[in-house]
């Protein structure tokens, strides 16, 4: 008989509680403010009404009421509540700029974070000076100091002399620095946005998720000025110590490669983590185990309250020190939502086993989630948080009660409270005697009944499938199923936020936690082990080294075979209803598993009838297929030519889109990294998204793309063809375009090594070729033909393109300079555009009056960066094309510039109006 909605509120009231306050937020979201007077009144109201109405049905609805209004407001609330002297409420109103010189007055909030290359400060600021006046500020704010090189500072020093106070002790150790420490710095603060595209995450977006109100980097560390020590809680900043020591430790002890993955998984610092190590995680779905979450604080927990209880027997104690050491260790690795959730769920949970009141884990993750909706209502929006609630809600919700049914079926055995077997398919029946029954229970069992039964049990492969084998088989068995329910359950958050679908994350989940599992105690046990002998620590590492080499075989095997995952486009706007849709047979499968009886006596729930779980398959299936192949994401072919010029800061992307709906896309942007580097950074490429992966790849998914018929790399320079290694991975491409191949080239011979793999077929021009794609023609212009396609591919060898549809023309011309630009308008080919890419992101050492002239444009985008290291574009080439008749416009200041036409009119568009 179903159960009302009073009895199923009182089951896990609090999980009820939660997601009525997360339904408020989410309405305060989309809806305008109401007064204030209004929101109070209803909330006190319906609290009132609660209490008239208890023990009813009613009582429900007020509470569930109240508890919306209460989040709705909560929101609106949260959003009044930022104090008008932040630092983000500052730049945001223009009161300070951004990329200013500043000089800022903070205390660190914990030690200086170590990185390869240097040291990450985080300081609470409070006071700032820019151009000459004093400001009282709050915030955070973070900022990078290099360590591997000497600096020059005069600079610097330059243009801050405005600045009223100065760096008194220019001699200042870094190395000083500590959790609490005073310090002023010398910098330039960040906080605008860049790379302004479509579908592209802004840096303030990205600021305000992790609670940074602007970041920058130090130029030196002469410029930093410790001026006292703040007093703190010793026992936290012994911590902060502590944790900076074994990141040390790990450093010294183990590879590189190796200590990144400890340090990320064990200490939540991922700034030593290699970038194919990352890769590897990634591409096989298991990266969150790096991420300390849930996974590593009911380990350390678990292994926290193993020990305690073999000391005393005295459940307070236990709870005090297992809870103070894990709380301990939240703060000191930085207390992140994911980690501050799994915190509370087991102080939730461990403070049932002390008072013999053990709580519900659906109750406990609404505790959880209340509690931090009520600390932060924004977390509702954060990904980290969704990501941690609804994997944890899959395996709470979905995978514990099949597990446990299934356990029920295969350990059945007569009772008075279930007589009879349980009522499920015989091949489930046996699939699950071969996992759980244990034939040596049974007569124990049988001879403390009075009376007496056989029981037949017909498990697979029977008498051969028993002990640890029986073991192994089991806990292999229940990790793929968690696995792959949290799979489904996360399908569409991972194409929304990671556009990845992991192929084998089911299997690898299991296969990297095992070995991770022995060497963080391996390391571990290095450290400790270390205090006393040398010799004994170095067995320790190396066995943490081998467990290492052996987490990664699989992963590798997998993605280098090309098994491990897709990406995909994720649906937008309307189409997000496709994954709203898609939760409601998720979470119908979850109800039918709470409620499946397998011993009961007569007709089952409605909910479980046969053809209502048969249809919730279809849907489930069909609505998979649709995520998966995604064949409503991509707008269809509407016979105009499309352009878009992607902000890619300091380097050039476009984007083709022909009448016919294939696509080209015309360089991929990239960085030059011009910083030396010491051994370490020499060895071990950073985990840091490029350009490619986290600026052009997120275009292309926001248009719906999965594939790019053609990639051209007009020459070999970093700014150019470093983003098309990640288009190259991410994309299925069709053919690639070169003018040269310089295999002696890093960029070029990673890119075509990736080509290699995927087996794309790769094309050399050179002026005179010709593409058409329907009715549009993409003419070579440039460089001419030579017989070494090998030698090196600078500026002056960039591909020239010139697209044409009817009567509309546009001119692609790479970093082409005035010698490249001298010998094209010799060559009296025709150079005539309405729109052109200006050459070398509008260097003086190109657009010369005769291109200039010869092109005739209507319109010249410039691919530039808002603040150009190398001073891009030259005010003398903006104003000669500015002569000319040309509108100019920069992809820095307007971010995208879309052009279109159907051959006859040409319309244009900026992402920045």
């Not at 703040?230 to 026992?235: D, G, R, T, Y």
């Not at 502590?242 to 200590?259: C, G, H, M, T």
């Not at 082990?529 to 052996?550: D, H, Q, R």
């Not at 499309?642 to 050039?652: E, P, T």
């Amino acid at each position: 008989m179903p159960e009302n909605a009073g009895k199923t509120f009182s089951r896990q009231p609090l999980l009820w509680l939660a997601v009525w306050f997360a339904f408020g937020v989410l309405t305060a979201r989309f809806t305008a403010v109401a007064g204030l007077l209004v929101v109070v009144t209803v909330i006190i109201v319906s609290a009132v009404a609660a209490l008239v109405f208890r023990g009813r049905e009613l009582a429900t609805v007020f509470i569930a009421i109240a508890f919306a209004v209460t989040g709705f407001i909560s929101l609106q609330a949260e959003r009044k509540s930022v104090r008008p002297d932040r630092l983000s409420v500052l730049y945001d109103n223009g009161t300070f700029h951004s990329g200013t010189p500043v000089e800022i007055e903070g205390v660190l909030i914990g030690r200086p974070e170590a990185t390869i290359e240097g040291e990450i400060l985080t300081l609470r600021a409070e006071r700032l000076s820019y151009r000459g006046a004093d400001h009282r500020v709050s915030g955070k704010v973070r900022l990078f100091t290099r360590s591997s090189q000497e600096f020059k500072i005069s600079n610097l020093r330059s243009e801050i002399s405005n600045l009223r106070s100065e760096i008194s002790d220019p001699r200042s150790e870094i190395s000083n620095l500590k959790y609490g420490s005073r310090i002023r710095v010398a910098c330039v603060l960040e906080r605008e946005d860049e790379f302004l595209n479509p579908g592209v995450i802004t840096r303030r977006e990205m600021l305000d998720r992790m609670g940074i109100d602007a970041s920058g980097s130090v130029k030196s560390r002469l410029l930093i000025e410790h001026i006292a020590d703040e007093s703190v809680f010793l026992p936290l900043a012994w911590v902060y110590d502590q944790r900076a020591n074994v990141i040390d430790e790990f450093r010294r002890n183990l590879s590189p490669k190796a200590a990144g993955v400890m340090i990320a998984s064990l200490l939540g610092n991922k700034y030593f983590l290699a970038k194919d190590t990352a890769d590897l995680f990634r591409d096989g779905g298991t990266f969150h185990i790096l991420v300390i979450s849930g996974l590593h604080i009911t380990f350390i927990g678990g292994i926290l309250l193993l020990l305690m209880r073999q000391i005393t027997r005295n459940r307070w104690v236990q709870f005090a020190v297992t809870v103070c050491t894990l709380w301990a260790y939240t703060l000191a690795v930085g207390a992140d939502i994911p980690v501050v959730r799994a915190a509370i769920m087991f102080t939730v949970l461990l403070l049932g086993y002390v008072l013999y009141r053990p709580g519900g884990l659906l109750n406990s993750l609404g505790l959880c989630g209340l509690a931090l909706l009520v600390w932060g209502p924004s977390a509702l929006f954060d990904p980290s948080f969704q990501l941690t609630f609804v994997s944890v809600l899959a395996i709470v919700a979905c995978a514990f009660p099949v597990i446990e049914r299934m356990r029920a079926i295969g350990s059945w055995t007569p009772s008075a409270e279930r007589p009879f077997p349980p009522k499920v398919p015989t091949w489930l029946k046996r699939f699950c005697e071969t996992l759980y029954w244990r034939p040596e229970v049974w007569p124990i069992e049988a001879k403390r009944q009075i009376w007496s039964a056989n029981i037949f049990k017909s498990p697979l492969y029977s008498g051969r499938v028993k002990g640890l084998l029986k073991k192994g088989l089991r806990y292999v068995f229940e990790g793929l199923l968690v696995s792959a329910i949290v799979q489904i359950w996360m399908l569409p958050f991972s194409a929304v936020y990671f556009h990845r679908v992991s192929i084998s994350s089911v299997l690898l989940n299991i296969w990297v936690s095992f070995f991770i599992a022995i060497e963080s105690f391996a390391a571990v046990a290095g450290v400790f082990a270390g205090k006393v002998s040398t010799l004994l620590a170095t067995g320790f590492y190396a066995i943490a080294e081998a467990m290492n080499w052996l987490m990664l075989l699989l992963p590798r095997l997998f993605s280098d075979g090309g098994w491990a995952s897709f990406r995909i486009p994720a649906y937008e706007s309307l189409g997000l209803v496709i994954y709203v849709i898609y939760l409601f047979p998720v979470l119908f499968f979850a109800v039918a598993a709470t409620i499946w009886r397998l011993f009961v006596v007569g007709k089952q729930s409605s909910l479980l009838d046969r053809r209502l779980f048969v249809s919730a398959c279809a849907i489930l299936i069909l609505l998979t297929g649709i995520t998966v192949f995604h064949p409503f994401s991509k707008a269809g072919a509407d016979g105009r030519l499309y352009i878009d010029f992607l902000d890619v800061g300091q380097g050039d992307a476009a984007l083709v889109t022909f009448p016919d709906g294939r696509t080209m896309l015309i360089d991929g942007g990239g960085r030059v990294d011009y910083q030396a580097k010491d051994d370490e950074a020499e060895s071990v490429e950073r985990d840091v998204r490029g350009i490619g992966e986290a600026v052009v790849s997120e275009v292309l998914w926001a248009k719906g793309l999965s594939k790019i018929d053609v990639i051209v790399a007009t020459h070999a320079d970093a700014d150019h063809i470093q983003g098309l290694v990640d288009v190259a991975r991410n994309f299925t491409i069709g053919t690639a375009i070169f003018g040269r191949t310089p295999m002696e080239d890093p960029d070029f011979a990673e890119l075509a090594e990736v080509l290699g793999r995927r087996g794309v077929r790769s094309e050399v021009v050179s002026q005179g070729g010709r593409l058409r794609f329907g009715d549009v023609t993409v003419e070579v212009l440039y460089p001419l033909a030579d017989g070494d396609p090998e030698a090196i591919s600078d500026n002056d060898h960039s591909i020239v393109l010139r697209i044409v549809y009817g009567s509309r023309s546009f001119l692609f011309t790479g970093d082409i300079e005035r010698s490249a630009e001298a010998e094209m308008t010799s060559l009296g080919g025709t150079l005539s555009a309405d729109l052109v890419k200006v050459p070398h992101h509008g260097s003086r050492t190109s657009s010369t009056s005769n291109l200039i002239e010869a092109i005739g444009a209507e319109y010249a985008v410039i691919s530039v960066g808002r603040s150009s290291p190398f001073v891009h574009p030259h005010p003398d080439v903006v104003e000669r094309w500015q002569i000319a008749g040309a509108k100019v416009l920069t992809t820095g200041e307007k971010g995208m510039i879309s052009v279109s036409t159907n051959g006859s009119d040409l319309s244009l568009s900026t992402f920045v109006p």
